[in-house]
């Protein structure tokens, strides 16, 4: 495959910044992990409050803006020449697009926050039939249509200006090659760097919430030499050691492996929980889910409680969730692009945002319809499990069900495979970040951002507090989303000289 043209050769190159930058707050953050959760939580706090309105318009016009182009007549363009064909099968694209994107979050999440929302719901009264509903509706507007069109955005883009326009995977591309101005430069060379962080931060606190994850699925299946900050940073080395023995490798060869492998896992833990669970409620869940989502959906894209106490509920939920797809936008849009060429934009938009959110839509109607269920039937304690040990829900949900044993160990297995993928796919795209945009990035860029990220992750352990491993993944986002608006506009600009 032919590489786009490499970047910028003078200005700002972010590898000169970011990793020591990185670097710097892992160490800040191992000296004193408080002092970062703190500046972490304040620094969104205060975005969210006072921006809430612009973060929330910014990501339903991404996906208005998607879903024009899949309509309109630019949708049957290209992203590569006419002759291009897709580099990856169908499926193994599918695959590779979702671990990166969402992989174990939706193992983290699935049954913890329908709970979460039903025991607290925005609107209707706590542990009710109607709260049920209305939580697993908010848990599918947080994961679906939104979170992949920030996703879906950030990929079009670099994939319509690398393979089209022959430029390098770099956040600043696009704005190098349509805007003119003295400040195109400056502002082009501080979105590469931001990119870098966003993308850093973002993985550092999903290797957090992952490893967490596995100390408490670990904990569950009885193996007790896991346990408090020593065991969770064990785990963390044996992850690291896992992610950076696959990132030594070529694409076709690490990342598609552990993603189909991912893909085959997670079908299969979801058609047990299924068959195991109570089949017809979770299929009526998913059905009224469907349609409760897209009946809800332009409300609740415009939701802001401006004369309401649910403003922090909205900050806490909404807004961290939309902001956290922003971190991850610029990591997950260069890797998406990077597994594109060939497909048009309608085939991309499809591909992209639909089929991945209606995957998570069965997702979360089979698990938290599982969880809620077991709740309202007076089973299992639930509520309780989730407020105890919110790292455990998934854990407590399969101690309910047959093969108990079996299905803890095959969600173990999910967990970390998911993760390395995520962080082997994250150490990919960092090493194209500072590589000046280069689709083969050097073996030892990859692996000294694995190492970085790695001491990232260590210092939000410390930390041991949820809210603040959220916040530290998306304060690098923050500015990312005046990025990605900057990086639409020079999309549809280049797309209106297209004959």
Request: net charge neutral.
């Amino acid at each position: 495959m032919t590489d786009p043209s490499p970047g910028p050769k003078e200005g700002l190159d972010p590898s000169l910044l970011a990793l020591p930058l990185c670097a710097a707050v892992a160490g800040l953050g191992l000296w004193k992990p408080e002092l970062v959760a703190r500046v972490a939580n304040g620094l969104t706090e205060t975005a969210f409050q006072s921006l809430d309105w612009f973060f929330l318009l910014a990501v339903s016009g991404m996906l208005l803006l998607l879903v024009g182009l899949a309509l309109s007549p630019w949708g049957k363009l290209k992203l590569g020449r006419p002759e291009d064909q897709p580099e990856f099968h169908t499926v193994s694209w599918l695959a590779m697009l979702f671990a990166a994107g969402m992989g174990a979050g939706l193992l983290f999440w699935g049954a913890a926050e329908p709970v979460m929302h039903f025991a607290n719901p925005p609107q209707s009264t706590p542990l009710s039939t109607e709260a049920a509903s209305e939580a697993l509706t908010q848990t599918i507007f947080h994961w679906g249509l939104h979170a992949w069109a920030c996703y879906g955005l950030a990929a079009l883009v670099l994939a319509w200006f690398a393979y089209r326009k022959d430029q390098p995977y770099l956040a600043g591309a696009p704005l190098r090659a349509v805007f003119r101005g003295v400040w195109v430069k400056p502002v082009a060379a501080a979105a590469d760097l931001i990119a870098v962080v966003a993308v850093a931060f973002g993985v550092a606190g999903s290797i957090g919430m992952g490893t967490l994850q596995l100390q408490a699925g670990l904990a569950a299946a009885g193996v007790t030499a896991f346990e408090g900050t020593g065991g969770a940073l064990a785990i963390l080395a044996v992850l690291v050691v896992a992610y950076l023995a696959s990132a030594s490798t070529s694409l076709d060869k690490g990342i598609q492996v552990l993603s189909n492998v991912n893909i085959v896992i997670a079908i299969l833990l979801m058609a047990f929980v299924l068959v195991a669970g109570p089949t017809s409620e979770l299929l009526r869940y998913a059905v009224a889910g469907l349609g409760d989502y897209l009946v809800s959906l332009p409300q609740l894209s415009l939701r802001l409680f401006p004369l309401s106490d649910k403003r922090e509920w909205l900050g806490g939920w909404t807004l961290t969730y939309f902001i956290w797809w922003i971190a991850w936008a610029p990591f997950t849009g260069i890797f998406i692009a990077r597994i594109s060429k060939g497909r048009t934009i309608r085939e991309f938009v499809a591909g992209v945002v639909l089929l991945p959110t209606a995957f998570s839509l069965l997702w979360f109607a089979i698990f938290g319809g599982t969880a809620l269920q077991l709740e309202l039937s007076g089973q299992a304690d639930m509520v309780g499990m989730v407020d105890a040990d919110v790292t455990g829900a998934l854990f407590g949900l399969l101690a309910q069900l047959p093969l108990s044993g079996l299905l803890n160990v095959g969600a173990l297995v999910l967990i970390f495979v998911f993760l390395v993928t995520s962080v082997d796919s994250a150490t990919y795209v960092l090493g194209m970040l500072t590589s000046r945009g280069s689709q083969d990035p050097p073996t030892l860029n990859k692996v000294g951002w694995g190492l970085a990220l790695a001491g990232l992750g260590a210092a939000l352990l410390l930390g041991g507090n949820i809210r603040a491993v959220q916040a530290v993944a998306i304060s690098g986002a923050l500015p990312f989303t005046l990025v990605m608006l900057l990086q639409a506009a020079a999309l549809v600009r280049s797309l209106r000289e297209e004959p």
